[in-house]
């Protein structure tokens, strides 16, 4: 994960997703499943994460998902409400589920909060986390399955193979997978070849 500033809501948004929205859950309060208004608006979460996952920190190559921060389970007051979605890969708002504020927000991790570790790309929580804050990012490391879930490494592992091969520049790769880049700099810094 890294730091990501709050993405400003679209000017349409209240008319398009909000408005039409509340009606719905009023009228409809006994119905589980409510109607993805806001899938219209995923570009627009996407460019303010920069088309990273929230949680992963690279770009998802599937397109990603909105995911509702609090989710419509527990919090289905917050289900049209663009202050509750984060951009986040479809295969890690499938693990979050409903786990709601007992992950990290995106929008309150820290810049060197996270690191990736190089050969093996599991991703580690740093000494830069707050203690208070430090059993959540555990927590949203193994709920998420971030440090070593076999799709995330087989994803970290194809950007890396891409700069490694040369398909990729480390500037290209600080776009797509920025920790993983930094993992690369330190070894750089400290003379090394990236492993």
Same mark, same amino acid.
């Given at each position: 994960?890294?730091?990501?500033?709050?993405?400003? &809501?679209?000017?349409?948004?209240?008319?398009?997703?909000r /408005?039409?929205?509340?009606?719905?859950l009023? #009228?409809?309060p =006994? $119905?589980?499943?409510?109607?993805a208004?806001?899938?219209g608006?995923?570009q627009?979460?996407?460019?303010?994460?920069?088309?990273?996952?929230?949680?992963?920190?690279?770009?998802?190559?599937?397109?990603?998902?909105?995911?509702?921060?609090?989710?419509?389970k527990?919090h289905?007051?917050?289900?049209? &409400?663009?202050?509750?979605?984060?951009?986040?890969?479809? /295969?890690?708002?499938?693990?979050?589920?409903? #786990?709601?504020? =007992? $992950?990290l927000d995106?929008?309150?991790?820290q810049a060197?909060?996270?690191?990736?570790?190089l050969?093996?790309?599991?991703?580690?929580?740093?000494?830069?986390?707050?203690a208070?804050?430090?059993?959540?990012?555990?927590f949203?490391l193994?709920?998420?399955?971030?440090?070593?879930?076999?799709?995330?490494?087989?994803?970290?592992?194809?950007w890396?193979?891409?700069?490694?091969?040369?398909?990729?520049?480390?500037?290209?790769?600080?776009?797509?997978?920025?920790?993983?880049a930094?993992?690369?700099?330190?070894?750089?810094?400290?003379?090394?070849?990236?492993?």
């Open positions: 994960m890294i730091p990501v500033a709050k993405v400003p &809501e679209p000017d349409d948004f209240d008319g398009e997703v /408005t039409p929205g509340r009606a719905w009023k #009228a409809n =006994t $119905v589980d499943r409510p109607p208004l806001w899938s608006h995923t627009d979460l996407a460019e303010g994460f920069a088309n990273l996952c929230g949680y992963a920190a690279m770009l998802d190559p599937t397109g990603g998902t909105v995911d509702h921060y609090l989710s419509c527990n289905r007051e917050l289900t049209y &409400e663009w202050s509750n979605y984060r951009f986040a890969s479809g /295969t890690l708002n499938s693990s979050k589920k409903n #786990a709601d504020d =007992t $992950v995106p929008y309150e991790v060197g909060w996270f690191e990736i570790l050969p093996s790309l599991q991703m580690r929580v740093t000494d830069a986390v707050p208070a804050m430090r059993a959540k990012a555990e949203t193994k709920r998420l399955k971030l440090r070593d879930g076999e799709r995330i490494i087989r994803w970290r592992q194809s890396y193979a891409m700069y490694k091969s040369g398909g990729l520049t480390l500037d290209g790769l600080r776009q797509v997978a920025p920790l993983i930094e993992a690369v700099d330190k070894v750089l810094a400290k003379g090394g070849v990236a492993p």
